[in-house]
């Protein structure tokens, strides 16, 4: 059988739907793995071009395999607060599941295997700019799944089985399965919906970011790149290091033209999570570098929200941790009542 399939787990997800997008438009057969916690609705307009599979990486069915010549790993719980709602699932989804996925890989001869990893797993407080080879220092359940799967993945390296690591910073962006908790994205949907940036703790904190579009391509140029030059490696993914307060500014001035908007600075407890990672291994190893800017993803952003899409900010489907518990609510609740009609 063919080899010329790329899967990637969680394709239908606020990374995985925007990567599936940009693998058919460079020729790729795509099928997508997917628990479909938030539903198919982000490949709606492709539905057809592809194959969509829905699955848990739990128990993930070695023969999803056939044909696959690159697994692309981004089906996980994927920020502090989901991890720390269900611990056990966390760990057994980012964690075991990761491995059950790769082991499969290395068994069906899928030789590379890109995988979303987090920079947050250097710490929430980091004074100088973390390299790849910064000591790492996890501090939340999420980022401890993180850490345990790359060091599980780098077991399993071989000359059959090529493990790539990205260490994704905080992610911002337009998707069609839309994410209003990410901090470049919740400051323009307050904007647009209030004329107001929230700047919490003063703003004194450092975040690292980096697009959602550059975050699939990076995996792109991940499952292009010649073996020996990233088998096993680990690479930091990152556009820009802002301070919050300079963000809240800046995504201020991008809108200032269209619209007055009042940054709105409070002071009160200092936050931990403040880090600033290094992102030039990637560009000298490989040639790829984020290019796309918090400008651009803003307006792109603003236009979408002018057309009155996603708009309706109260919906918890906007929100991974508030959708997360009214899904476990209502499990709970079908439990007794068993079907509704």
Not at 38 to 52: H, M, N, P, T
Not at 135 to 147: A, F, G, I, M, R
């Amino acid at each position: 059988m063919a080899k010329d399939i790329v899967l990637v787990t969680g394709g239908a997800g606020y990374i995985g739907s925007v990567l599936v997008k940009k693998l058919l438009e460079k020729g790729e057969k795509v099928r997508v793995v997917d628990k479909l916690y938030f539903g198919d609705s982000a490949l709606a307009d492709i539905r057809g071009k592809i194959e969509l599979k829905a699955g848990d990486v739990r128990q993930f069915d070695p023969d999803l395999l056939d044909g696959v010549k690159c697994v692309m790993h981004l089906g996980s719980l994927s920020n502090d607060p989901t991890a720390e709602f269900d611990p056990k699932a966390n760990k057994e989804i980012n964690f075991e599941g990761t491995m059950r996925v790769a082991e499969a890989c290395k068994r069906k001869g899928v030789k590379k295997f890109t995988f979303a990893s987090s920079c947050a797993i250097y710490g929430f407080h980091v004074d100088d700019i973390a390299d790849e080879d910064h000591s790492t220092n996890p501090q939340s359940e999420y980022s401890q799944s993180k850490l345990d799967a790359e060091n599980g993945l780098r077991s399993l390296v071989s000359a059959a089985f090529c493990p790539v690591m990205l260490r994704q910073a905080t992610v911002f962006g337009f998707s069609n399965r839309m994410r209003w908790d990410l901090v470049a994205n919740t400051m323009t949907k307050d904007a647009f919906a209030s004329d107001r940036i929230h700047v919490y703790c003063a703003g004194d904190n450092w975040r690292p970011l980096v697009d959602v579009n550059d975050v699939a391509e990076a995996h792109i140029a991940m499952m292009q790149a010649p073996d020996d030059k990233v088998k096993g490696q680990v690479f930091n993914l990152v556009h820009k290091n802002y301070r919050i307060l300079e963000l809240g500014h800046w995504i201020a001035e991008i809108i200032k033209p269209k619209q007055k908007i009042e940054v709105n600075v409070l002071f009160g407890s200092k936050e931990s999570r403040s880090y600033r990672v290094a992102g030039d291994k990637i560009s000298q190893v490989t040639g790829f570098e984020p290019k796309v800017t918090v400008e651009d993803a803003v307006r792109s952003i603003w236009q979408v929200l002018h057309s009155g899409r996603y708009t309706d900010f109260t919906n918890p489907i906007y929100y991974n941790i508030e959708w997360m518990k009214l899904l476990v609510d209502m499990e709970q609740k079908l439990k007794l009542i068993g079907k509704v009609f």
